[in-house]
């Protein structure tokens, strides 16, 4: 039997960006909160597929392998290091070494988000994916 999952759909119309006009398609499942198709039509194409012209092509981006798996989000305070150093790069890398474990991912834009500041330290969402 085939396993049916929950979703939204997003379409909207791009212009712009020295491209000809075109629609962007986004299938976004539920549960794991993965966007795993996210596609470009041509907006003639669009045109002729809706009106029942069946096989129009289409560019797109398939990511499947977490779809169905229950997102998880946590914050953690994660020692403040010096952004401005020239290896802040590093530097972020091995305050964050000890969170990421388990499968959690830190956003690394939130060491450098003076709004995430608490003292000497800095708030971070670490994410990820478990299957259900």
């Given amino acids: 039997m085939t396993k049916l999952f929950k979703g939204k759909i997003t379409i909207s119309r791009v212009y712009g960006g020295g491209h000809d006009p075109r629609i962007h398609i986004m299938i976004t499942e539920d549960n794991s909160g993965i966007e795993f198709f996210d596609g470009i039509i041509p907006l003639d194409a669009f045109g002729a597929l809706v009106t029942g012209a069946s096989y129009q092509p289409i560019e797109f981006e398939f990511r499947p392998d977490k779809v169905g798996w229950k997102a998880e989000n946590k914050t953690e305070l994660v020692p403040k290091v010096d952004v401005c150093a020239k290896n802040k790069k590093e530097l972020i890398a091995e305050a964050l070494k000890p969170f990421e474990v388990d499968g959690?991912?830190?956003?690394?834009?939130?060491?450098?988000?003076?709004?995430?500041?608490?003292?000497?330290?800095?708030?971070?969402?670490?994410s990820r994916h478990v299957q259900v």
């Fill in 104 to 126: 959690w991912s830190a956003r690394e834009s939130d060491m450098e988000n003076m709004h995430c500041r608490v003292g000497d330290k800095q708030r971070v969402v670490f």
